[in-house]
């Protein structure tokens, strides 16, 4: 069974301070890792990974793909009280994405 | 907005009854995926189409259906609906490679009391 895991699964971190995001994955016909910031409904799409080694960025965010170690990480940096979200990553098989349970990350002021 | 357009937000329906989901993708995307998520189970996959087929089921139980009509929209069928099958059911769209983005609908809202 295809299965995704994110650790942690809260995180409390103050303005200014840099986050890690972890996500492990075992899924069958493995195409690619996505990563959703979800605030109060949808998933917002982040990234997408298909490449071992490859950084993605987009601003102060961050994301890096190992397919032989079958794990990602999302980094924030200089972070923002509007971080404060469940970040989902998702691995994507031939027909569907399975997604890890999430991190809850807060950012106080 | 993600150009996945979900109806309705919100929907209210007692134990036992019916209720419909509708899904309309974003322009030019074949696939449809149907999520449920629930507070303690996370994302569940449920069910996925492309182009009108069904493609891949995940844990749908067999009181639910779905399908994906020749205008691409889908629908989600929700029968003798329990207090358990409340929850946020959210549609996804993608193109027709295995490397397209998907993109989530706003999520349609279902309370049953």
């Known amino acids: 069974e295809d299965k995704v895991v994110q650790s942690p699964l809260s995180l409390v971190v103050h303005e200014g301070d840099t986050v890690t995001l972890n996500c492990s994955y075992e899924?069958?016909?493995?195409?690619?890792l996505l990563w959703y910031k979800q605030e109060k409904k949808a998933p917002t799409f982040l990234f997408m990974l298909?490449?071992?080694?490859i950084e993605k960025k987009s601003g102060r965010l961050s994301s890096i793909l190992d397919k032989k170690e079958l794990f990602s990480i999302l980094n924030i940096t200089a972070t923002q009280t509007g971080d404060s979200a469940v970040y989902l990553c998702?691995?994507?098989?031939?027909?569907?994405?399975?997604f890890g349970k999430g991190t809850l990350l807060t950012v106080n002021p | 907005d993600s150009g996945v357009t979900q109806t309705p937000k919100h929907l209210i329906t007692a134990t036992g009854q019916r209720v419909t989901l509708r899904c309309s993708p974003r322009?030019?995307?074949?696939?449809v995926y149907w999520y449920q998520q629930s507070l303690d189970q996370g994302l569940q996959f449920l069910i996925q189409?492309?182009?009108?087929?069904?493609?891949a089921k995940g844990n749908i139980l067999e009181r639910f259906s779905a399908q994906q009509f020749p205008d691409l929209h889908s629908e989600l069928n929700l029968s003798s609906l329990e207090l358990g099958d409340s929850a946020l059911y959210f549609c996804?769209?993608?193109?027709?490679?295995?490397?397209?983005?998907?993109?989530f609908g706003e999520g349609s809202w279902l309370t049953v009391v």
């Open positions: 998702a691995a994507r098989s031939n027909y569907k994405l399975t």
């Open positions: 322009s030019g995307d074949l696939s």
């Open positions: 899924v069958t016909n493995f195409r690619s």
């Open positions: 996804a769209s993608g193109g027709h490679t295995l490397v397209d983005t998907i993109y």
């Open positions: 189409y492309y182009n009108g087929e069904e493609r």
């Open positions: 298909t490449s071992s080694g």
